[in-house]
T-cell receptor, first 116, second 111 residues
């Protein structure tokens, strides 16, 4: 099964600044997914990132606020731009992982972001 | 992806079995049933999956109803480390491989 390294694990940021979260996978994967988990809530999909193409964003999420890069088949970044306290959440990346059964996934450990 | 319904929370005593139910009445013939759990301060982790038959692995068992409209995740002996949010998810490739999470069931385990 895939192993994901997600960095940073946590950060405290000033409002108006940006934070870039990195997701490194130990194997090549076609699709990577970015999720947000607000305090006490379930996971909400932000976007799907395919290598070599623009990310596909879900309703309510826009590229200017959450730009995503996918330079190769093992790496992706998510930037949270112009942050406000409402962006305080856990951000997670995940990849399709056939070791977890058909259409199964492996998740990173998450980045806990606090905006002050 | 079809919708699933789970109880918001459940409680169990340590070392007793736990049965976590999931209803998925609109499941299609190609949907796989996946269970994930999220321990405190961690990302979700895979627990088990199945299609039609009951499944066992080292973590849990999955019992699937004959009509596939419901399933039950069984933890045979709950430990304090099993306290987590458990998500039941239906997966096939028609959703573009993305996964939509419901609210899940928060399992409390009492010593």
């Amino acid at each position: 099964s895939a192993v994901i390294s997600q960095k940073p694990s946590r950060d405290i940021c000033q409002r108006g600044t940006s934070l870039t979260i990195q997701c490194q996978v130990d194997s090549q994967v076609t699709m990577m997914f970015w999720y947000r988990q607000q305090p006490g809530q379930s996971l909400t999909l932000i976007a799907t990132a395919n290598q070599g193409s623009e990310a596909t964003y879900e309703s309510g999420f826009v590229i200017d606020k959450f730009p995503i890069s996918r330079p190769n088949l093992t790496f992706s970044t998510l930037t949270v731009s112009n942050m406000s306290p409402e962006d305080s959440s856990i951000y997670l990346c995940s990849v399709e992982d056939r070791g977890r059964g058909p259409y199964g996934y492996t998740f990173g450990s998450g980045t806990r972001l606090t905006v002050v | 992806d079809a919708k699933t319904t789970q109880p918001n929370s459940m409680e169990s005593n340590e070392e007793e079995p736990v049965h976590l139910p999931c209803n998925h009445s609109t499941i299609s013939g190609t949907d796989y049933i996946h269970w994930y759990r999220q321990l405190p301060s961690q990302g979700p982790e895979y627990v088990i999956h199945g299609l039609t038959s009951n499944v066992n692995n080292r973590m849990a068992s999955l019992a699937i109803a004959e009509d596939r409209k419901s399933s039950t995740l069984i933890l045979h002996r709950a430990t304090l480390r099993d306290a987590a949010v458990y998500y039941c998810i239906l997966r096939d490739n028609t959703g573009g491989f993305k996964t939509i999470f419901g609210a899940g069931t928060r399992l409390f385990v009492k010593a």
